[in-house]
Nanobody, 122 residues
């Protein structure tokens, strides 16, 4: 069974940096789009950034110029480099991936990580 495993969350001061990582466990065939979402208390989950298998990235306006999403296809891992963090970046960050477990399109499914807490505080 495929699971997305996240790491790298924690406490960071305003203006600081943090890097999140996410990779699947279990048997997979390929991964299409991978992304990061976040959910702050009392708010809906929102897209932070996503990246295609070819490396095309999209960002939420609120993180453009500060966050960078990247992936290592050989390791099936997606990263989120968070720089110049702000108080409003505090949230639970979730990894998301479109994964095929076999070569058949019917095996495609969207998977979510368990979430990792990022807290920006002085």
């Amino acid at each position: 069974q495929v699971q997305l495993v996240e790491s790298g969350g924690g406490l960071v001061q305003p203006g600081g940096s943090l890097r999140l990582s996410c990779a699947p466990s279990g048997s997979i065939f390929s991964i299409n789009v991978m992304g990061w979402y976040r959910q702050a208390p009392g708010k809906q989950r929102e897209l932070v950034a996503r990246i295609s298998s070819g490396g095309t990235a999209n960002y939420a306006d609120s993180v453009k110029g500060r966050f960078t999403i990247s992936r290592d296809n050989a390791k099936n891992t997606v990263y989120l480099q968070m720089n110049s963090v702000k108080f409003e970046d505090t949230a639970v960050y979730y990894c998301n991936a479109d994964i095929w477990t076999t070569r058949w399109k019917t095996s495609a499914n969207i998977y979510w990580g368990q979430g990792t807490q990022v807290t920006v505080s002085s």
